[in-house]
């Protein structure tokens, strides 16, 4: 399992702290210690050390792989984030990200800020809904210049410090992405056939296989989702009743995450 740690320019810069990942690869989880820096004065000792630096632990996470699957956010392109809530003094429960930008379109940083209070920390990120325990990876917000993040349980390789800003560029770098072709040419009222191509985060052709979800814009589309076969499919729109210079648009995506890529025919 890989572990991506970022320092994240926008995050609450209010405190000192630290995260210590343990990553259990029998067990199938990964538990998340949030930790504030150790007070010299307290009357307990510190849990953990990052570089030097003393950190007492204030609350703990699990993400557990058997009980994610089960959760019915569980799909392809998915992240179960967790962040602290200073009011209440607890992390939140993993929940599925792209179920709840959905309906907005927020972008993850976004949806951190307005929704969350930018207190995204931890995030376990799954690229299939058949991904193994060990394809997944996690993702580390911390803070901008302090603090820093103890992993245990995975090799040294596997951790990599990252020069991004967020860890949603880390996500888009490792997450499945799509390429939709439309046809050379299409005349008004004979069927759109489309072209998807399963891409990996650098925009590779990848033969893995997921269910894709679609959308047309103009024209009627009799299947809105299709599994790939060897990393490949097709959609096709009928455009019976639309005239020639109408343009229909095809867009691709998975189930919570739906405009990975789209493209266009102008109708001759």
Not at 90 to 98: E, K, Q
Not at 197 to 203: A, H, I, R, S
Request: hydrophobic share 40%; charged share 20%; glycine share 8%.
């Amino acid at each position: 399992m890989k572990v991506f740690l970022v320092r994240a320019g926008k995050l609450s810069t209010a405190l000192d702290y630290a995260i210590h990942l343990k990553v259990d690869l029998t067990a199938e989880q990964v538990l998340m210690r949030f930790g504030l820096r150790h007070r010299p004065d307290s009357d307990q000792p510190s849990d953990f050390s990052v570089e030097g630096v003393a950190y007492q632990v204030v609350a703990e996470q699990l993400f557990a792989y058997r009980e994610l699957r089960n959760n019915r956010g569980w799909s392809d392109r998915q992240s179960f984030m967790t962040g602290y809530r200073w009011a209440e003094k607890r992390l939140i429960d993993p929940l599925p990200l792209y179920v709840y930008t959905l309906s907005t379109r927020f972008t993850a940083p976004e949806a951190s800020g307005h929704v969350w209070n930018g207190n995204f920390l931890t995030g376990f990120n799954v690229p299939f809904a058949d991904s193994s325990f060990d394809e997944c990876f996690v993702t580390v917000n911390l803070h901008p210049t302090l603090g820093g993040c103890l992993v245990e349980g995975v090799a040294s390789t596997d951790v990599e410090h990252t020069d991004y800003q967020s860890s949603a560029q880390v996500r888009e770098m490792e997450f499945p992405d799509l390429r939709v072709i439309a046809p050379a040419n299409v005349i008004a009222g004979d069927p759109a056939e489309f072209t998807v191509q399963m891409l990996d985060g650098l925009g590779n052709p990848s033969n893995r296989d997921a269910e894709i979800h679609f959308e047309s814009v103009n024209g009627y589309l009799p299947v809105s989702r299709r599994r790939t076969q060897g990393g490949m499919t097709t959609a096709t729109v009928m455009t019976l009743g639309l005239q020639a210079g109408d343009t229909v648009r095809l867009k691709a995506g998975f189930k919570f995450y739906p405009g990975c890529a789209d493209a266009q025919v102008v109708l001759s």
